[in-house]
């Protein structure tokens, strides 16, 4: 038997071969080979069809106009011309005629004329279940630091779109990040910092979220009338993973006032919940967004440590700059915004009464 072979000179890339007798093909790796029956790989070769000039075409014939198939498409008139002109060349038949300024479908024309309704319906329904699919859902990834006092916007999102599925991830501010760039979630709510990645797009939300340090009120850093970072040197900590963005805040901020020593972080926390119990029980200080930590302070199960300056975060949306963004995320944004708005306000009427 008489083969003509084109055999695979790289390891491992494929290569194929065809029988002159059984006109057979093979593709070829290693020693191992996948057959193919005659003509099937014929059957592979790309179509002749460029599917935007057989829109183009669609239009032409639904309009029986280039002029008027032009202006529905938002394209010139010799735009539409090449591309029917370009569809006649490739399958070589002749599919429309131009009798004064009106078009009229050749037998070729008439029946490829089905053909493309058929597609283009297919091709809107395609659309449209790609749209439905993405609306059906939103996954948004929370910065632990804003689990609790955002709540309410994850709630208010519900009732507003109660057919969306609306699933919530909360994790540290980078860990999030990374799941924004994994594309495992549509949008990311994190604390303003640099995540040093020109893919990420970030949305600022606000520029002023106050974090409170705590203690227990019996805590003997809690008797103290005045504090500075300096004074929590050595002093024992629950914060979140190296990968939070709240405590990297807190690390460099103590650093800055003058600690040199390691920060005792005697327990590490992914869950803002589990650290404000820890502190409750005096195991230690923790910071917290001051929303997250009202009702135990109002119940005098946490006291807020008096440092000499305020700390004030900022919050960002982030969504990946390369993706198309999801049509209900800016949805999300908005109502975020509008939660942090709100709950500034009140604080700061709070404060002047106080």
């Known amino acids: 038997m008489q083969h003509n072979c084109i055999y695979d000179i790289i390891e491992n890339t494929p290569a194929f071969r065809v029988s002159s007798e059984s006109r057979e093909c093979c593709f070829l ?102 749209e439905n699919l993405k609306e059906a859902s939103l996954r948004v990834g929370i910065s632990t630091t804003f ?19 609306l699933i919530i991830k ?32 970030s949305i600022t939300l606000s520029t002023e979220e106050q974090l409170v340090l ?11 009338p005045r504090l500075a970072f300096a004074n929590l040197c050595g002093y024992p900590l629950i914060l979140g993973p190296e990968t939070s963005a709240t405590r990297q805040l807190i690390l460099k901020k103590i650093r800055l006032g ?20 820890l502190v409750e029980k005096g195991e230690g200080v923790g910071v917290h967004h001051i929303k997250s930590v009202e009702r135990s302070i109002a119940d005098g199960r946490l006291k807020i440590l008096p440092l000499s300056n305020s700390i004030l975060i900022g919050a960002e949306a982030l969504l990946r700059a390369d993706a198309p963004e999801h049509p209900m995320a800016q949805k999300f944004v908005e109502l975020v915004r509008k939660t942090l708005d709100n709950k500034r306000e009140k604080s700061t009427a709070q404060a002047a009464r106080n």
């Open 147 to 165: 689990s609790t006092c955002l709540a309410s916007a994850a709630s208010a999102f519900e009732k507003s779109y109660p057919r969306v599925k």
């Open 258 to 277: 003058g600690c040199h020593m390691p920060s005792p972080i005697i327990v590490e926390v992914d869950s803002s919940e589990w650290g404000i119990n």
């Open 29 to 130: 790796k290693r020693e191992s080979f996948t057959w193919f029956p005659a003509g099937q790989f014929e059957r592979m070769t790309p179509s002749k069809l460029d599917l935007h000039s057989l829109i183009v075409f669609y239009y032409v014939a639904s309009e029986e106009s280039i002029t008027a198939a032009a202006e529905k498409l938002c394209l010139t008139q010799p735009t539409v011309t090449y591309h029917i002109r370009s569809l006649e060349r490739n399958v070589g038949l002749k599919l429309i005629e131009v009798k004064r300024q009106k078009v009229f479908l050749t037998q070729a024309g008439a029946g490829l004329y089905k053909y493309a309704g058929e597609i283009y319906r297919q091709m809107n329904g395609a659309e449209k279940y790609l």
């Open 214 to 224: 705590v203690a227990s009120p019996s805590s003997a850093i809690a008797q103290r």
């Open 170 to 201: 909360s994790a540290s501010s980078f860990e999030i990040a990374e799941a924004v760039l994994d594309c495992d979630v549509d949008l990311g709510i994190v604390v303003s910092t640099d995540y040093g990645n020109p893919k990420l797009k």
